[in-house]
């Protein structure tokens, strides 16, 4: 299944480097999503784009921003991270409306990207 | 506010036996969604299960099976005879449906890591 597909699978970067991470979903949906994944810890929701508006930022510091120039595609801009951030960092996606009515569908997963900050 | 316990970290089995993990969730809203999902090694969240609230029936699919009781606030997850591949971090999630405001929250619990030991 790849459905959702996310690059790079594994990034280094130092505190002042800049990068961008990619989400692209073939599922034909319209919502897509952020999610961070720190060892120990749940998964954290980060931000959340229904038809390329976004809707939800949950308190994610502005080192952080994302990007939504599509239905399909999905980025998360970094710059001036610290060591703190590295983490897997996970997109999904799920159809949010349907016909003009909200609908609750389920949310897939890429498999993310491995972050490390030096 | 949602939350979702699973208060088994680790578990391990030896294939063929059963196993039972652990899901107990916390919601004031009446109507919400609940899930599980599967983590490989490989990182990518695999979708099992959904369930709605108002649909109590256990559910089985294969080796797996889903017992959701309302009144203990709990939806645990049965693998029947497990196997290797089973191996995996388990997550139950909540999606309330909230008729205002941010509905778009799925409530992860910690997960439980599953080794099933040949």
Redesign the interface.
């Known amino acids: 299944e790849t459905g959702v597909t996310q690059t790079p699978r594994h990034l280094v970067m130092g505190m002042t480097n800049k990068k961008s991470l990619k989400c692209e979903q073939h599922l034909g949906h319209n919502?897509m999503?952020w999610y961070k994944q720190s060892a120990?810890?749940?998964?954290e929701?980060m931000f959340?784009y229904?038809l390329e508006e976004r809707?939800?930022n949950n308190s994610v510091p502005s080192r952080f921003s994302p990007e939504c120039p599509n239905s399909s595609h999905l980025f998360l801009h970094l710059h001036t991270l610290q060591p703190e951030d590295s983490a897997?960092y996970?997109c999904?996606s799920s159809q949010?409306f349907n016909g003009g009515l909200?609908v609750?569908e389920?949310?897939?997963?890429?498999?993310?990207t491995?972050l490390l900050v030096l | 506010a949602q939350k979702?316990t699973q208060a088994q970290t680790e578990i391990s089995v030896v294939e063929k036996e059963d196993v039972t993990l652990d899901c107990v969730y916390e919601t004031r809203d009446t109507t919400y969604?609940l899930?599980w999902?599967k983590q490989p090694p490989?990182?990518?969240?695999?979708?099992l299960i959904?369930r709605n609230s108002f649909d109590e029936q256990n559910e089985i699919s294969g080796r797996y099976s889903w017992n959701f009781q309302k009144s203990t606030s709990s939806f645990n997850f049965t693998i029947t005879a497990s196997q290797v591949v089973d191996s995996a971090v388990y997550?139950c999630a909540l999606?309330p449906?909230i008729s205002s405001g941010?509905?778009?929250?799925?409530?992860?619990?910690?997960?439980t890591q599953l080794t099933v030991l040949p």
């Open positions: 919502a999503y120990k810890k749940p998964l929701l959340v229904s809707v939800e897997l996970l999904a949010d909200a609750i389920t949310q897939y997963f890429g498999p993310g491995r | 979702v969604y899930f999902y490989s990182g990518e969240l695999v979708f959904r997550f999606y449906v941010s509905a778009r929250q799925l409530t992860f619990g910690s997960g």
